[in-house]
């Protein structure tokens, strides 16, 4: 398993906000674990959030109880959303704060993926790319009620409201996806500092020109998306299953 993790700040953002994760050694009873927070809030608030949230849930993993690898991923997501809820409770330059949250683990011929948020996971298998994990956000929902075309949606300006994310509520519930894979593929966890400056064709054909070293195509998503004007954090993990 080869992979490439990275997070910048991009050109227009003061601070990064985001906040990855990637370990290819075991977790509790995952085998591995790769992680892609985006946090929000003014200050600090959003740079505290996606680091505690991912901190939080691998502490929750590494603790798990749970009878299955699903629902242990589902109890540690909620016990990191609660405890984040109770320091912005208890902290008030926290207040409002929230992230996205984007979580994969591989077992196998198998990968397990919890989503809340529009941090992406996308699966690049032969000639195609796929968006596995779907966005919360005011413009998909648009989207799939016919209202917006999605080659319009990236640079719609709502873009950014999202209407799922850890800390905005109690019992906040993640999509669960499980995707079967084959040799050759490659798997990309990216926040919207990287979707939101290229569109899914282009990405892939970075990838594809690059398939054979996942730093390389790294290094190159992250280089265009800041020549793209970088408007926002970027964080990319890509593995090659």
Same mark, same amino acid.
């Given at each position: 398993m080869k992979t490439y993790s990275v997070t910048d700040i991009g050109r227009k953002r003061k601070m990064n906000q985001d906040y990855v994760y990637c370990c290819t050694q075991t977790v509790g009873m995952l085998p591995n674990l790769f992680i892609v927070a985006d946090g929000m809030g003014g200050h600090n608030a959003g740079d505290f959030a996606s680091r505690f949230? &991912?901190?939080e849930f691998v502490r929750q993993i590494r603790q798990g109880k749970g009878k299955t690898l699903i629902q242990t991923m589902e109890e540690s997501v909620q016990n990191a959303n609660r405890l984040l809820l109770e320091q912005a409770a208890g902290r008030p330059e926290l207040k409002g704060m929230g992230t996205t949250f984007v979580a994969?683990?591989?077992c196998g011929e198998t990968m397990y993926v919890a989503n809340i948020g529009d941090?992406?996971?996308y699966l690049i298998s032969g000639e195609e790319i796929s968006q596995?994990?779907?966005?919360?956000?005011l413009v998909e929902e648009m989207i799939r009620r016919g209202e917006l075309r999605r080659e319009d949606g990236r640079f719609h300006p709502n873009k950014n409201v999202i209407t799922r994310a850890m800390g905005a509520n109690v019992g906040v519930v993640p999509d669960f996806f499980e995707v079967c894979l084959r040799q050759g593929d490659i798997i990309l966890l990216c926040s919207d500092g990287l979707s939101n400056m290229m569109d899914d064709t282009e990405i892939?054909? &970075? &990838?594809?020109?690059h398939r054979e070293d996942v730093a390389k195509a790294g290094e190159e998503l992250l280089r265009l998306a800041n020549e793209y004007g970088g408007r926002d954090n970027i964080s990319i993990v890509l593995v090659a299953a």
């Open positions: 949230a &991912v901190e994969a683990t591989i941090s992406r996971l596995v994990t779907q966005d919360h956000s892939f054909s &970075v &990838v594809k020109m």
